[in-house]
């Protein structure tokens, strides 16, 4: 099984067929950055310029601090030209002939892919988004009654409620492991998974860093538990794909699942399933149609699900191009930069309570926290009011509060004006 090499950035310039031309410039211009150099690497304030230039390649309004990766991106102007250029093409031409072209495209967007996520392309499914895939690891996986399901309290629901569902239709169990906020330790996340297994248990299903609070969970020795015991392992990489420098061969989970639309700041509606190559024949497809076949290679045979939006998986493609130009580990920095940077600041303000973790380690780039003297629905309809800020929130439960998930498009400006505007709701 090939494993693809990431090309260097300056290969990359000088490879990809798939920038528009008004995207050449801005390619240039990174070069010209040098964004290897040690600022760039650490995404620190002395290259703000760079990332100047980042923010200027996406549509955003005016006034408006947009602080919800977590939930939606806005895609980058190199992704909507690409779309918008393959739409109009398609519709101008949708016969069979011109749309032979997309099968080639289909698999160097998939190609790229995997090397970004350091697996082989025959173990990538192009998806939808997050649930999708996820629900295809739910529905494709043979289970009977009794058998075990582990799960976390602060899963996506489409990783909770999914799993439950099921279970009350075959009889299977589902145990929900509670998870302390913010988190004690990596090994305290690593313990209270293994409390959890037993001899009955066939999956854990957890994700990779929560939407709730930013908890990070270790899944390379989560998984080295699981494989010990022949447990599947699947993994809501909704947060990390995109925004961290994801190795799934080396992190050792059985499934993956991820979105465009989130920190990739892609197309909506475009995502990814990856299954290791060992496990890829014992899931069974939720959806046959037209072009199915058992003998489609690797995860391939998860994508036949009948006509989609051709253009639009095409698009994924420079979104791929954008992270592989800027490079992942300094996007992955950039955003460590920026959420440290707000957690630091909210930590210090009166009440405040911050529930993510300051550790790297245990965290990323969501930030969540709750003011003690303004009821969080309150506080969120004054912040967009007053601000225009636009972030996230969670009504009540032990992950109640405020959410802020910065990215590459946002400044280091943005995020003390972000903390301004929470600090005059604290007074």
């Known amino acids: ?51 100047q230039l980042v923010k200027r390649q996406f549509p955003l309004e005016e ?8 939930n939606v991106c806005p895609a980058s102007r190199p992704v909507l030209d690409r779309y918008a250029a393959l739409l109009r093409d398609f519709q101008a031409n ?13 698999e160097s967007v998939r190609a790229k892919l995997a090397a970004l996520l350091g697996v082989s392309a025959d173990e990538v499914a192009i998806t939808r988004n997050t649930s999708e895939g996820t629900n295809l690891v739910v529905g494709g996986i043979d289970l009977k009654p009794g058998d075990e399901v582990v799960i976390t309290d602060h899963n996506h629901p489409s990783n909770n409620e999914s799993w439950k569902l099921r279970a009350r239709r075959e009889g299977l169990v589902v145990k929900s492991v509670p998870v302390r906020v913010p988190a004690r330790s990596a090994d305290a996340l690593v313990a209270g998974m293994e409390k959890a297994i037993t001899p009955r248990t066939r999956v854990i299903a957890i994700t990779h860093l929560t939407s709730t609070t930013g908890i990070r969970f270790p899944i390379k020795p989560i998984a080295e538990l699981a494989r010990r015991q022949g447990i599947f392992l699947h993994v809501d990489g909704a947060q990390t794909f995109g925004a961290s420098d994801v190795n799934l061969k080396d992190l050792g989970c059985d499934s993956y699942s991820a979105s465009a639309h989130k920190w990739p700041m892609g197309p909506l509606e475009a995502g990814i399933l990856f299954v290791r190559s060992e496990r890829i024949g014992q899931l069974w497809p939720s959806i046959v149609s037209a072009g199915w076949s058992n003998e489609l290679a690797g995860a391939r045979k998860f ?16 979104a791929v191009d954008l992270l592989n130009l800027i490079g992942i580990r ?8 920026l959420a440290s940077r707000a957690k630091f600041a909210l930590a210090a303000l009166a009440n405040v309570e911050l529930k993510t973790d300051l550790e790297p380690e245990l965290s990323g780039g969501v930030v969540k926290f709750r003011l ?56």
């Open 94 to 106: 949708p016969s069979f002939q011109n749309r032979e072209k997309y099968r080639p495209l289909r």
């Open 372 to 427: 003690k003297n303004v009821p969080t629905a309150r506080a969120y309809d004054l912040l967009w009011k007053r601000h225009r800020l636009a972030i996230a929130m969670t009504p009540g439960g032990d992950s109640e509060g405020l959410r802020f998930s910065p990215h590459i498009y946002n400044t280091v400006e943005e995020i003390d004006c972000a903390v301004a505007a929470v600090r005059e709701l604290t007074r």
């Open 1 to 51: 099984m090939g494993q693809t090499v990431k090309p260097t950035r300056r290969q990359f310039l000088h490879q990809s067929a798939v920038l528009p031309a008004s995207w050449t410039a801005f390619a240039a211009a990174v070069q010209a950055a040098g964004t290897t150099s040690a600022s760039a690497s650490e995404g620190g304030r002395s290259d703000e310029a760079l990332w």
């Open 63 to 70: 006034g408006l601090i947009y602080l919800n990766a977590a």
């Open 330 to 337: 300094q996007v992955e920095a950039r955003v460590q930069v």
């Open 303 to 318: 994508e036949a699900v009948g006509q989609q939006d051709d253009p639009r998986v095409a698009a994924l493609e420079a």
